[in-house]
C-alpha cells in the first residue's frame, strides 16, 4: 500500500498546465515543519517543501477556485519520485 498524508501550508500559488492529451492538471507545493528540542533545551526547526500534482477533474476545477499561497491544507494520497540524469 502506498498511502501519504501531508498536512501543511501552500507555499506557492498552485500552477495549471496541460497533458499531451489536452487533460488540465495542477501542481502546487506544501510546506511541513518538524521541531525539535536537543539535549541542551534548545528548539530547532526545519521546513520540507512537498510537490503535489492533481490530476482529478473535480479536484483541480476547487484548486482554481479556492486554493491560494499560504492556506492551510491536508492532502492524502501517493507518494512517487522521478528520476533524471541531466546531460552534464
Known amino acids: 500500500m502506498n498511502k501519504v498524508t501531508l498536512i501543511g501550508n501552500v507555499s ?3 500552477k495549471t498546465y496541460l497533458t499531451h492529451h ?3 492538471y495542477m501542481t502546487f507545493f506544501v510546506e ?3 521541531s ?3 539535549e ?3 528548539w530547532h526547526s526545519a521546513t520540507d517543501r512537498h510537490r503535489v ?3 482529478r477533474e473535480s479536484t483541480v476545477r476547487w484548486i482554481k477556485d479556492v486554493l491560494k499561497c499560504g492556506d492551510p491544507i ?3 494520497g ?3 519520485y522521478q528520476h533524471w540524469t541531466d546531460k552534464f
Request: no cysteine.
Open 22 to 24: 489536452g487533460k488540465e
Open 74 to 76: 491536508s492532502v492524502e
Open 32 to 34: 511541513t515543519t518538524d
Open 53 to 55: 500534482s492533481v490530476f
Open 36 to 38: 525539535w528540542r536537543d
Open 40 to 42: 541542551t533545551g534548545e
Open 78 to 80: 501517493k507518494l512517487t
Open 12 to 14: 506557492r500559488a498552485p
